[in-house]
């Protein structure tokens, strides 16, 4: 059997088959070249790997179109994605549904999609994208209104409002 390298991926499409055959070797999925990659579509669904480790801010998303399902249920996956140009994102419907991502990651995540840094490229936000999150937590309530009224994005399966991470006076 022939196993690919993710570090050399250059199709399309990285699917959940190659990525479980990649972790299941060891490799670090923090300097996988995503470059070229347009779909995401259920690459670390159910992934049982630990990536709490992993540093995915390298990565390079920008064409990535397709999200759909790419941290269903990921038991370990709790990351900052807020510096990923997600310009080409159409698609991220049940992206973190399940998965164990913290409040403080979500929100910095959120945060990072809801504005554009044309500093690193970055040139648009697509209109109406459903971000499926199923039951995880939040507390950037601001940022998901904001990413509601101005681009239609779609928060879909009721995402849980964390309201005790919020600091406040009378």
Same mark, same amino acid.
């Not at 159910?46 to 990565?59: A, E, I, K, Q």
């Not at 390079?60 to 249920?73: P, T």
């Not at 038991?75 to 310009?87: Q, R």
């Not at 697509?126 to 937590?137: E, I, K, P, R, T």
């Given at each position: 059997?022939?196993?690919?390298?993710?570090?050399?991926?250059?199709?399309?499409?990285?699917?959940?088959?190659?990525?479980?055959?990649?972790?299941?070797?060891?490799?670090?999925?923090?300097?996988?070249?995503?470059?070229? =990659?347009?779909?995401?579509?259920?690459?670390?669904?159910?992934?049982?790997?630990?990536?709490?480790? =992993?540093?995915?801010?390298?990565?390079?998303?920008?064409?990535?179109?397709?999200?759909?399902?790419?941290?269903?249920?990921?038991?370990?996956?709790? &990351?900052?994605?807020?510096?990923?140009?997600?310009?080409?994102?159409?698609?991220?419907?049940?992206?973190?549904?399940?998965?164990?991502? #913290? =409040?403080?990651?979500?929100? &910095?995540?959120?945060?990072?999609?809801?504005?554009?840094?044309?500093?690193?490229?970055?040139?648009?936000?697509?209109?109406? =994208?459903?971000?499926?999150?199923? &039951?995880?937590?939040? #507390?950037?309530?601001?940022?998901?209104?904001?990413?509601?009224?101005?681009?239609?994005?779609?928060?879909?399966? #009721?995402?849980?409002?964390?309201?005790? &991470?919020?600091?406040?006076?009378?």
């Amino acid at each position: 059997t022939l196993i690919v390298s993710m570090a050399q991926k250059t199709d399309a499409d990285m699917t959940r088959s190659a990525v479980e055959s990649s972790l299941a070797f060891q490799e670090d999925p923090s300097f996988w070249d995503v470059s070229r =990659v347009t779909s995401f579509e259920g690459s670390f669904d159910r992934n049982r790997h630990n990536l709490t480790d =992993v540093d995915f801010s390298g990565w390079d998303v920008s064409d990535a179109s397709n999200c759909h399902r790419m941290f269903y249920q990921s038991n370990s996956i709790d &990351a900052d994605f807020g510096g990923w140009d997600i310009g080409s994102m159409t698609t991220a419907t049940e992206m973190f549904t399940g998965s164990e991502i #913290s =409040v403080a990651n979500l929100d &910095a995540t959120l945060r990072g999609w809801a504005k554009i840094d044309t500093a690193s490229g970055e040139t648009n936000i697509h209109m109406n =994208v459903d971000l499926g999150l199923g &039951a995880v937590a939040y #507390s950037a309530a601001t940022t998901l209104q904001y990413l509601s009224d101005t681009y239609s994005w779609l928060f879909s399966q #009721s995402p849980t409002l964390d309201i005790s &991470a919020w600091a406040g006076s009378n």
